[in-house]
């Protein structure tokens, strides 16, 4: 880590304070981590990052998942994506159900650039998401949104 960057002690703070609300023990080796965040997005979007990536979840099964410090970074993008363009967070949202229902890849960017058009058209989230619970496929749900290939 570059001994010029002022955040250096903003990143072991966070982490610090990861590992008392989420992890356990990370070391320091993940204050490199925490910079590259910080200097990416910023250090408000990663603290905000570490604070939702701490809030419990539940399995299906209702079993309490293990909080994840992969999480933080996807959080703290999706803010910033929300920052940019409000109304993105609903369409990660929407993505993320729409990966689990109809069994989307991960990395398909295609997907969220649909449901930004749709967005911008003026489709509300909650359009989105009865298109989600209403329809089978993916290609129905999209139709559904109103948008046609």
Not at 44 to 63: C, I, K, N, W, Y
Not at 138 to 144: G, R, V
């Amino acid at each position: 880590m570059s001994s010029d960057f002022v955040g250096e002690p903003a990143a072991r703070q966070l982490r610090e304070m990861c590992e008392h609300k989420v992890c356990g023990f990370l070391g320091p080796g993940w204050n490199e981590a925490f910079a590259d965040w910080i200097r990416k997005f910023g250090i408000g979007r990663v603290q905000d990052a570490v604070l939702m990536a701490s809030v419990p979840r539940f399995s299906e099964d209702g079993e309490r998942l293990p909080p994840d410090i992969r999480d933080v970074p996807r959080y703290a993008a999706v803010e910033r994506a929300d920052d940019r363009d409000p109304g993105m967070r609903d369409c990660y949202l929407v993505r993320g159900r729409m990966r689990l229902k109809f069994y989307c890849e991960e990395h398909d960017s295609e997907v969220l650039t649909l449901l930004r058009r749709a967005l911008h058209a003026g489709i509300s989230a909650s359009r989105m998401h009865d298109a989600v619970d209403e329809n089978y496929t993916l290609e129905d749900c999209f139709t559904a949104i109103g948008i046609d290939r």
